[in-house]
């Protein structure tokens, strides 16, 4: 007679009791918490759910990931909800660090780049803008907000760079700019925001959900040149 060992999935502990069965005939084991060796559904294994974390930060969409793992998309959207409340902060690392490790460094900005990007929630009557601004010289996000395409958007991201203390700003011939950026701190043009715009087209190419037909069509021409 073979023994075969059961391991927890999420402890890895080794003590681990039957729990009774489920209405499709799989055994339920318990530990903490219970588990199925063999889940009818695919999306409850943590190799799917981790499947779907990998594709998603590789730019795969969220038909892409249904397609390929096998599963629902509405699964897809539920799994990347609940990784949208991870914390965005290695807070381990922070708490290994001394004080005297830690270096801080205050520098006045002086030249900003500000613009926005265009999206959609679900459908495109539901529009949905990235407002951010960039350090003109160092090419470093300074902050950003997401909303819609209108003064109270700018004027939060607004607030937000106050602490910079920015003597310019360039932007497009957008009238929130030149409604609330004194004309002495402003200058419109799409020459001084090039490194903007280089990053919307990254965030574009990178990111399928963020994609346009035109962007779509200027990968295609490029990989046949």
């Known amino acids: 007679m073979a023994l ?31 588990f199925l060796l063999d889940s009818a559904y695919k999306s409850r294994s943590p190799e799917i759910k981790q499947q779907v974390s990998d594709l998603s930060l590789n730019g795969s969409g969220v038909r892409d990931t249904a ?59 539901t529009p949905r803008w990235l407002w951010h601004a960039l350090d003109h010289r160092a ?8 909303g819609r395409r209108e003064d109270q958007a700018f004027l939060k991201l607004k607030a937000l760079l106050a602490p910079f203390g920015i003597t310019r700003c360039y932007t497009d011939g957008w009238g929130a700019y030149q409604r609330h950026v004194a004309p002495a701190l402003h200058e419109v043009g799409k020459h001084h925001t090039q490194q903007l ?14 994609v346009r037909k035109t962007t779509r069509s200027f990968i295609f021409y490029s990989l046949l040149l």
């Open 67 to 125: 397609r390929v793992l096998g599963i629902s998309p509405t699964t897809v959207l539920n799994e990347l909800k609940k990784m949208a409340s991870l914390s965005l902060v290695n807070q381990p690392l922070i708490e290994r660090l001394l004080p005297s490790h830690v270096e801080v460094v205050l520098e006045r900005m002086d030249d900003a780049e500000v613009d926005e990007m265009w999206s959609f929630v679900g459908k495109k009557k």
């Open 4 to 34: 075969i060992p059961v391991r927890c999935p999420y402890c890895q502990s080794e003590h681990v009791i039957k729990g009774g069965k489920t209405d499709t005939g799989k055994q339920r084991y318990r530990s903490h918490p219970s």
């Open 197 to 210: 715009e280089r990053k919307h087209l990254t965030l574009r190419t990178r990111i399928e959900r963020l």
């Open 139 to 146: 090419g470093e996000v300074l902050a950003y907000v997401f």
